[in-house]
């Protein structure tokens, strides 16, 4: 077997697997394949991933405008999510395939993984799974607009949840950043029905909550995976992610759309749209992988605020929307605060 | 002429006046009076007229919100400010008063005064002059909502013209919560009709941004008249001040009630809650002159910016208003920007 040995020491790429418990990742600046002089081709790396999830996040958004626009969703969502995860796990197994006939096959890029390695990955699908279920009753408590508003709480977990699990330090400024940027998220989403949240009940409150805890769980979850292993290719943690994301997948379309898969078929109203919109969906979802890995929660969440924004102001051009007040202010708000997370780094 | 020079102990309470053009004031922290081991009832006096100053704007809100119910304005405005400037020429006479009492008439809080600090006394009056008087043709451009979007430009104004005149330096993390300011004012201040301001036409614009530099330069130099001679006793610097706000006023009656007055007479309308506007804008007037000295234009635009949130609370439970969501968000950003503002204090 193929064992790259850095630094004159021997391989740890297996024991930091196999010794430590999962949570407990290397912090950015301790981590191996950050301090090997290698500090320069991962901040390029870093900006290109950072910068792909934007671009994939904010045409996404204008694919389901455009979606909107030509018509009803047709199609069952269950069946898409499905195929996305197929799509993502057949890019990952594509990329492998490759690398292992430039490298070979090594310990790192090998498909097969420890049971460890593999009962992990089913931790973020199990959570996105369990969060896209609740995300049928809440409907009872919260309506469409409110749940908007009510989704950027997702920002204020991720970062919570981002410091307690994988104790990252955000420094004074940075956190005072991520507050801005859920009020300038939200600001930028006001429009005349969204004071109705104010009358959401309790129970929707909750709901929202936990939904936001648990996608921010998932993704601080998925980061650990990616981290824990640095030596690792990312193609194989992708593939077990995926993998798992389908069968996972596989569960929701038996619960919410079994009778209608049985009777109209599988890829009933499926449309060129619905092609590119799951392309675009599985790319995006690889992006997010890349960002795990070499970049963080932090950057996921100001890349997707920033797609956000693209997003509308692309809508000004495509579709002659209408930009309000409140969207300048809230990105006023956005963009002080990406300037201030990047200003405000801790003092090593 | 006596002169002190810094270090070798002489009076340099006249030089600091006569000898340099008016706005090269002193920066805060080679000032005499900051360095001379006063720091900490300093910053005592800056804490008590920053307070006084807060809660006096927001009860003035109040007033304002209390008369609008009880019915319309039906006193003349110009005769009113008049008598706001009289009150205000009166209390600092008297608390002179009693100064010459207990400490006899000194170089510093002697009446009379050189032509040239008496001349800088015209500026700030005629400024405001200028600047109530464009308000009433800006309305011919501009909707009430919109001028209340646009009144936040007045931060923007105050910041720049306070960097640029008066060579303060704000660290980058303070111009990020100045510009954070300004947006959260405007969001905590957005409703249904706030949109109409991107209708405005480019005179309206302009008429906006001319009136915030007025009353920006009219507040930057203020504070340059103040701090010219720290030694100098405040009463005298506001004497000077609110007698030219007299006769400037009188011109306003003369231009723009002058026949209101002469057919209804002077205080024709006036109520227990005119007198009571008239005391609490005189006594928040002396306290923006004790802000603007001890302290600076920043600090009262965040101290009025804060008191505007809480005239909004208070109201609630005072005339049962409803709070939005656009509030509670621009609140959010307001106070991350106060505290930004004091983390992000400029390494000396």
């Not at 279920?133 to 977990?157: E, G, R």
């Amino acid at each position: 077997m193929v064992r790259k040995v850095k630094d004159g020491g021997k391989d740890e790429s297996q024991d930091d697997v196999e010794a430590k418990p999962l949570l407990d990742v290397p912090t950015r600046h301790t981590a191996g394949f950050v301090d090997r002089g290698t500090e320069k081709p991962q901040w390029k790396i870093k900006s290109v991933v950072t910068v792909a999830l934007t671009l994939l996040t904010s045409s996404q958004a204008i694919l389901i405008v455009w979606s909107k626009r030509a018509g009803k969703y047709e199609y069952s969502v269950t069946t898409a999510n499905f195929l996305v995860e197929a799509l993502k796990c057949a890019l990952s197994l594509a990329a492998l395939w490759r690398i292992w006939g430039t490298e070979g096959v090594t310990d790192n890029n090998k498909l097969f993984a420890s049971l460890d390695e593999i009962t992990v990955c089913t931790v973020p699908a199990a959570l996105y799974l369990v969060k896209n279920l609740l995300q049928y009753y809440i409907f009872a408590y919260v309506d469409a607009p409110s749940y908007q508003i009510l989704k950027n709480f997702n920002i204020v977990s991720t970062g919570v949840l981002y410091r307690i699990i994988l104790k990252r330090k955000l420094s004074e400024v940075q956190w005072a950043a991520f507050i801005l940027l859920c009020a300038g998220c939200t600001t930028a989403q006001l429009n005349s029905s969204s004071d109705r949240v104010l009358q959401t009940p309790l129970q929707g409150w909750m709901m929202a909550i936990v939904m936001a805890l648990l996608s921010g769980f998932a993704g601080v979850y998925t980061e650990a995976i990616m981290k824990k292993r640095p030596s690792r290719n990312i193609n194989v943690q992708n593939f077990w992610l995926y993998v798992f994301g389908m069968i996972f997948n596989v569960i929701a379309i038996f619960v919410q759309d079994f009778d209608a898969v049985m009777n109209k078929g599988f890829f009933f109203g499926y449309s060129l749209i619905t092609t590119l919109m799951i392309l675009n969906h599985a790319l995006s979802g690889i992006a997010v992988s890349f960002v795990m890995k070499y970049a963080d929660n932090i950057v996921k969440v100001y890349s997707t605020s920033v797609a956000m924004l693209l997003t509308a102001i692309v809508s000004v051009f495509l579709f002659s929307f209408h930009l309000s007040l409140a969207f300048f202010l809230g990105s006023t708000v956005v963009s002080v605060a990406v300037y201030l997370h990047s200003v405000g780094k801790p003092r090593r």
